[in-house]
Structures are given as structure tokens and as C-alpha cells.
């Protein structure tokens, strides 16, 4: 397919095609940290490296996504989204068999690292295909499927982890994306769309300033997280907020800059990525907190706790096609509003549970969280897309893939900043697992109360 599309790809096998080469991709990019997280225990014993050491095999995914996700963004606007993306699926690729071959910590963790920037490819680009495969009446729709597939892959990955790792060793983890990474490659050089391109000069500099504000903000998150010394978190956050003003004071003074701040200009667009980032704060804060409350507090063991923590993200895989669909027709920011009092609603239920409830008085509160997540994502990414002009779609997916990376990321330090305030080694587990699960509520409190502004604007 050759000629550039301007609003969607015709229905039939291509769009179909395309929409499965991005949904190979989409799931790589999840199924990799969810399954790595399973492994690591085994793969500590196996290059006898300490727990504390094997942790670096997710931070160094995660730092080089986080760093590189602007950029790449920026980049893909320039030179075509579908020459990033699949540019991105043969880096994953080939990281994965550096991975698979690791025989040392450093290997492993420098693989791990291309990796990241691979997934940073597949991720920032998205929306932009997205956009670019269907057509603007449909937008909703594939968007809400997109959303699917990641809660598919969340929660499908630990036990798709767990039977690899049942039948085969670590490496094999990696290995299996190897020829889905090829798949998607051949599909997405005969299908994914041709789109028009940027003409203008990449900004290095630009790039440079963006990755070390990330990078330092990361680190300071994380130093938050495992209790380092304040200086030092002062110091990477003070490093941090210096550099991102710089960056931000550069982007206002190009004529083509990397992230175009004009976009949060539009409140539209402000108020959106704004409720979406306190969200996934309310989900990172949720996710990482929800084992220990059920553990801790309700004293579920292990098999009891992942089968319990499936029903969020099933309940967000089954609602998030139908409410892309219904945004495609109805307002987007009423459904926002559904989506996030139901899940504030079901957080704070969660939060009220009693010393002894059953599992199915459990599972239809997490039901409600994921559900009302699932309603209010697909019809937020909308708004945020249609917001911007199609020749900065690649720029508006890095913002919200940078933004969805860093409300998680602060969700699960502010997890371990809890636990460490209510000394959660000493006997304060339960009352940690608590306010943690209550400051979810509280972000997704914010994130109704910030995105019920949208309803007075036009859809």
C-alpha cells in the first residue's frame, strides 16, 4: 500500500491486517515487563546475582522507555510512523535475543535497555497509527480496542509467564518474541499506512535535555522509593525540574519543537492529559498496593491473590471496546465521568472492605475499578487525538505514552513512601496497605473533579 492516507484505511482485509500489526506490537511491549517481573527470581538464582541487583532488569527497560519516548515521538512525525514502528519491532527483537543469550547481569541489563528503547518505538507511535488506520468516525473504536489488548496482556501475563517458566527456562521468556517481532514486520511493510511526514530538522539538543529531565526524574522517584539519602533525591529532582524548565523554555522559542507546548494550550487537551496522568497514579498506586492489602489485611495467600487481582483488568478488557465505540457517537467527556466515579467508587469500596469478605464481595468492587477505568480511557485518548492536527499525532502519542509511564511510575513510589512512613516491616502493614488503596481513591478523585471541566466544552 502506497498512497498516503487521509482519513483512515477502507474497511477490509488490510485495515485488518494493519490493526493486527500493531496489536502484535502493543502486546510485546506489555507481555515484556509483566513476564520479566515473574522471572526474576528465577533468573537471580541462575546468574547468582542478589534480588536487590536483579531489579535492574526492570529499571533498565523502564528508564530507557521513559527517556526516549519524546524523542522517538518527535522523530516518527519526521520521518513516517510506520518506518518508526517497524524500526522499533526489529530492535525489540533483536534485544530479545541478547536477552535470551544473557549470560551475566550487565548483558542482561544492557539488553534489556535496547529493549526498553524498542518498546519506546512501539509505544509512542500508537495513537498515531491509530489514527491513521481508522477513519475519524472510528476513532473511539480503535482506540478502545488498543486499550483492550493491553488489559488483555496484563492480565494474561503472569500465567502466560508462568507456563513458559513451568516447561522451559528464563530465556525463553525473551525468546518468544522473536518470531512474533518478525511477523509483525513482514505485516507492517505490506499494510500499515503511508502517512505525510514533517519537514523539518530532528532537534538533538532537544533530545538530550528531554532524556536527562526524565532520566534524573526517575531516578529521584526510584530514590524515593527504596528510602536513598534526601540530599540525593533533592538533588535529582531539584535537576530534574531545572532541566525541564530549559527544555520547556526551548520548545516555546522553536519554530518546529519536539513537544509542542502550544497543544496544552487547547484546554481540551490540558484538561485531558491532566485527568489522564492522576488516573494511572490512581492505578500504579492500586496495582502495587492491592496484593499487600489482600495479603496483609484480608489474608489471602498467593493463588487466592492473583486470582482475585484478574478481575481488574478483565472487567477494563471487556468495557474499553464498547465504550470506545459509544465515544465515536456520544460525548466523551460525560463517559469520562461514568468511568471515573465508578472507579473512585469501587476504590473507596475496596478501601471499606471488612475483616472477612468473601471473594466475590471482593471481586465486584475491583470490577467496578477496572470497569470504570475501561470507560473512561478509550473515550480520554479520543479527545486527546482529535485535539491535535494530524501532522503532530506522533508528538500528542509520545505526551500521552510519557504521561501514562510516569503516573505509573509515581503511583509505585508513593506506594513504598507509604509503606516506609508507616514503617510497614514493624507491623504497620495493614494500616499502610489502607492509605495507600485511599490515596488511589484520592487521585481518581482528582481526576473526576479536573476532567468534569471537559463537559462544558465542546466534544
Known sequence: MTALIQDGMPAGWPRRFAVATITIGLSMSVLANSMTNLALPYIAQDLQISAESSIWIVNASQIALMVTLLPIAALADIIGYRHVYRAGLGIFCLASLGCSLAPSLPWLVGARTIQGLGGAALMSVQPALVRAIYPRNMLGRGLGFNTTVVATSLAAGPSIGAAVLTLLSWPSLFAVYIPLGIVAFILGERYLPHTHHVHRPFDFLSAIVSGFTFGLLIFGIDGIAHGH??????????????????????????????????IFKRPIFALSISTGSCTFTAQGLAFVSLPFFFHTVLGKNATDTGFLLTAWPLALASVAPIAGRLADRHHAGVLGAIGLTSMTTGLVLTALLPANPGTADIMWRLVLCGAGFGIFSSPNNR??????????????????????????????????LIFGLFDFSGGGAADAARAALWLSAGFAGTALFVGSFRMRLQR
Not at 539519602?229 to 519543537?257: K, N
Not at 485535539?387 to 503532530?392: C, G, I, L, Q, S
Open 229 to 262: 539519602r534526601p540530599v540525593v533525591i533533592l538533588a535529582e529532582l531539584g535537576g530534574a525540574a531545572l532541566l525541564g524548565a530549559l527544555f520547556i523554555w526551548r520548545q516555546t522559542r522553536l519554530a518546529d519543537p519536539m513537544m509542542p507546548v502550544d
Open 383 to 416: 479527545l486527546m487525538m482529535n485535539a491535535v492536527p494530524r501532522e503532530r499525532s506522533g508528538s500528542a502519542g509520545g505526551i500521552i505514552a510519557t504521561a501514562r509511564t510516569l503516573g505509573q511510575t509515581m503511583g509505585a513510589a508513593l506506594v513504598a
